[in-house]
């Protein structure tokens, strides 16, 4: 996630300069067949182009809203993760009995430990890039910033820091944040066995675990179903279609006026090529929200955040810092 307030003029053209060039080349030639060459049939008239340039508009919003969408669903889902992961520590750990058996103080920590180690398990698998992903310009950016470790090498070193007892077992699993919930329901089942809750505290805390896993479907369903191609690819290819008939319209426009202001022509179809790229653009870099790019939903740092939480509730001192943007990107 980008998080200052302005956009560096560097950034904006590291993503825009590729068509930025073009539409200065391609206005060029029109302006000097049109101008030096008397070529006079290079200009079009205008009214089509605009007809093509409003539907590309619409197009391209109706693109950008739905991307939109997706990148905040995505936010809210981690929301509701970052919600549960609190209520159900803070719920166990008002509800215990038996605070002065280390047994029990043991299974308590190993069970926030283990939502901590959900949760960061979430994020790694929705890191994990899939056949369709692409290396796009905001995901090499990011790179920069966040060297990724691979998917394996991640869950290995995540649970063999927070699971330990577990680890081995949990990484012969497919889906290992499934089976940490599962792990999380036999816990509280075993509490209640031990009369360390009641069976309405039990409910209510399973319940809770049935919340992480509807979390985790919808995460899993953004993730696994990519925004359609057909609305994204060809969102482009109208974009392109409309930079290039662009000169052609406008410079027929500008010699109407006066035919010294055909060299506008150049800069006005450069601006409104670069608008109209950039429109294109923003919603390619949102409609993906965990894609590994700078305009992702931050998903390390709201780890880290849940992580220094729930270590507070067990009363621990020595808790990690929290994540800080680099670059102004924040992951």
């Not at 926030?112 to 949760?119: D, E, L, S, W």
Request: charged letters at 25%; a negative charge.
């Amino acid at each position: 996630m980008f998080v200052k307030r302005e956009i560096s003029p560097s950034i904006i053209f590291y993503f825009s300069w590729r068509t930025i060039l073009f539409s200065a080349v391609l206005s060029t030639i029109v302006f000097v067949l049109f101008e030096y060459y008397n070529c006079r049939s290079v200009a079009i008239p205008f009214l089509p182009v605009a007809t093509i340039g409003t539907a590309v508009a619409f197009y391209v919003g109706f693109k950008n809203n739905s991307s939109y969408d997706r990148l905040w669903e995505g936010r809210k889902v981690w929301g509701e993760i970052v919600n549960t992961s609190r209520s159900i520590t803070a719920y166990l750990l008002a509800i215990v009995r038996q605070k002065d058996d280390p047994v029990i103080n043991d299974t308590i920590k190993r069970f926030v430990y283990r939502q901590i180690a959900y949760v960061n398990m979430i994020r790694i698998y929705l890191r994990r890039r899939n056949v369709w992903d692409e290396n796009h310009l905001y995901t090499q950016l990011a790179s920069r910033c966040f060297p990724c470790k691979s998917f394996e090498q991640d869950a290995q070193d995540t649970l063999r820091e927070l699971c330990p007892n577990e680890a081995e077992k949990l990484l012969t699993k497919e889906n290992i944040a499934k089976e940490l919930v599962s792990n999380q329901m036999q816990t509280l089942t075993w509490f209640k066995t031990k009369n360390v809750i009641d069976d309405y505290e039990h409910s209510d805390l399973m319940r809770l675990c049935n919340d992480m896993f509807n979390h985790q479907g919808k995460a899993e369903r953004l993730k696994s179903f990519p925004f359609p191609r057909q609305y994204a690819y060809f969102s482009e290819v109208f974009v392109a279609i409309f930079i290039c008939l662009l000169p052609f319209g406008m410079i027929g426009e500008f010699a109407k006026l006066n035919e010294s202001l055909v060299w506008l022509t150049i800069p006005f179809s450069v601006l409104i090529s670069w608008i109209f790229d950039t429109m294109e653009k923003i919603g390619d870099t949102s409609e993906n929200p965990f894609e590994n790019g700078i305009h992702d939903v931050p998903m390390t740092a709201i780890c880290r955040t849940i992580e220094i939480n729930l270590r507070e509730l067990l009363d621990e001192e020595h808790l990690p810092e929290a994540v800080e943007a680099i670059d102004h990107v924040l992951m």
